[in-house]
């Protein structure tokens, strides 16, 4: 009798630990399935935009990550030219502070910072304006796709048609950015030996902002705005 009870406990437990080991395997494919699907989902939000449009869509985590890669090395002149405001200088040596000698960390701090602070206006058409500005079509199409990149360029192209003069702009800018012009060179990577140059040919600090600004634009290819570069 006790031989029989123990052979039936002994199948019970083979039961369940069969029953255990099918949940487990489930849950592990379960588990694939889910990786499988997120990766299908950030490479299809990432890269492959054809399906629909997505210009008007919030920027997703995965573009985020991808985009903190491509944009690296001019994280903050794109951090400077955000819209719809850009960030203050004081938060961009925040960000270098918390993450030195890695750029691409303060490259996707300042991206996360953005969509944090702007939720829904953090969206794809206005990352895409910003990084055409500052010369990254490039790294716009490598992360939205050439098709969305395309349209909203057409779309700046038929609204610049009305817009101010750049060059007043610039010069209100030079008047805001005054005796701080030193400051702004270095954050934008300009070298000390250009403003050295700068300060020698330029005598008022407004001047020298000005050459300073006129300089940056040429070497990015952005026609500024001033609500764009302020902080």
């Given at each position: ?225 001033i609500d764009e570069v302020r902080s």
């Amino acid at each position: 009798m006790s031989a029989r009870k123990t052979g039936a406990t002994t199948d019970e437990e083979k039961e369940t630990d069969n029953e255990t080991d099918s949940c487990v395997k489930s849950d592990n494919e379960a588990m694939v399935t889910l990786e499988l699907q997120v990766q299908q989902l950030t490479l299809s939000e990432g890269s492959d935009p054809s399906s629909r449009d997505r210009a008007g869509l919030v920027v997703s985590s995965g573009q985020l990550r991808f985009l903190s890669f491509v944009i690296a090395p001019k994280w903050r002149h794109v951090a400077y030219c955000l819209k719809p405001e850009p960030m203050e200088r004081r938060v961009v040596k925040d960000v270098i502070f918390q993450y030195p000698n890695n750029v691409q960390e303060q490259a996707m701090e300042m991206l996360q910072m953005w969509k944090d602070r702007h939720g829904l206006k953090a969206s794809v058409h206005v990352m895409c304006e910003v990084l055409i500005n500052v010369g990254c079509k490039a790294e716009a199409e490598e992360v939205f796709g050439q098709d969305t990149v395309k349209k909203i360029h057409s779309h700046m192209s038929d609204s610049d048609s009305g817009s101010e003069n750049p060059d007043r702009l610039l010069y209100e800018l030079a008047e805001e950015v005054g005796i701080d012009w030193q400051e702004l060179a270095l954050d934008v990577d300009m070298r000390q030996h250009e403003i050295n140059i700068i300060e020698s040919d330029a005598r008022t600090p407004k001047q020298q902002a000005w050459k300073m600004l006129c300089q940056w634009r040429s070497k990015i290819g952005i026609d500024f705005n001033i609500d764009e570069v302020r902080s």
